[in-house]
T-cell receptor
Framework: GAVVSQHPSRVICKSGTSVKIECRSL??????MFWYRQFPKQSLMLMAT?????????EQGVEKDKFLINHASLTLSTLTVTSAHPEDSSFYIC??????????FGEGSWLTVV | GQQLNQSPQSMFIQEGEDVSMNCTSS?????WLWYKQDPGEGPVLLIA?????ELTSNGRLTAQFGITRKDSFLNISASIPSDVGIYFC??????????FGQGTRLTINP
């Protein structure tokens, strides 16, 4: 069964609004989670590293004020896309490390901004 | 930065055929992972490799971690329709960050 769960799986929002995506580790604690974005027919691109209890670390070119990450507990990280625009429409995926170097991904969240 | 080159980018095969894909890197990784992604879903871990030279099987899948730690291959034997999808290699770099290959899109003709 799934060890990392994302919610919602699909969301449609109006341009200019904000939307929150949750990533949960189901049966383990994850001090670090990762957020990726994937455009159609492309590979996954790392957006940021979510650190429990501290600020997220963003990859070059990712706007930290637009993609707010909160890792409030050892089992939950949230990604909030603020003032969303159509070009933010994408597939957002989180991952967490369960043990050692085994990394599991969530089911992904489709965001459509209209 | 670190990059992975995955090939081939796409494959069109007949059901029952064997499949082979590989990844090479310009730098060393200590862990290689192979994932399969179905349309609209997140990647699912297939095989994890932790030691240089390691050869690991998972059912009809076999993967090897190259001796130089700069490459890995994935083989699928006797392909079946449900093998269709996109396969990604990934190297685990510093700070637990994954670096992904470009993906191999597998299409199977019945």
């Amino acid at each position: 069964g799934a060890v990392v769960s994302q919610h919602p799986s699909r969301v449609i929002c109006k341009s200019g609004t904000s939307v929150k995506i949750e990533c949960r580790s189901l049966d383990f604690q994850a001090t670090t989670m990762f957020w990726y974005r994937q455009f159609p027919k492309q590979s996954l691109m790392l957006m940021a590293t979510s650190n429990e209890g501290s600020k997220a670390t963003y990859e070059q070119g990712v706007e930290k004020d637009k993609f707010l990450i909160n890792h409030a507990s050892l089992t939950l990280s949230t990604l909030t896309v603020t003032s969303a625009h159509p070009e933010d429409s994408s597939f957002y995926i989180c991952s967490a490390t369960k043990s050692g170097n085994t990394i599991y991904f969530g089911e992904g969240s489709w965001l459509t901004v209209v | 930065g670190q990059q992975l080159n995955q090939s081939p980018q796409s494959m069109f095969i007949q059901e029952g055929e064997d499949v082979s894909m590989n990844c090479t890197s310009s730098s060393i990784f200590n862990t290689w992972l192979w994932y399969k992604q179905d349309p609209g879903e997140g990647p699912v871990l297939l095989i994890a490799l932790y030691k240089a030279g390691e050869l690991t099987s998972n059912g009809r899948l076999t993967a090897q971690f190259g001796i130089t730690r700069k490459d890995s291959f994935l083989n699928i034997s006797a392909s079946i329709p449900s093998d269709v999808g996109i396969y990604f290699c990934a190297g685990l770099g510093g700070a637990q960050k994954l670096v992904f290959g470009q993906g191999t899109r597998l299409t199977i003709n019945p």
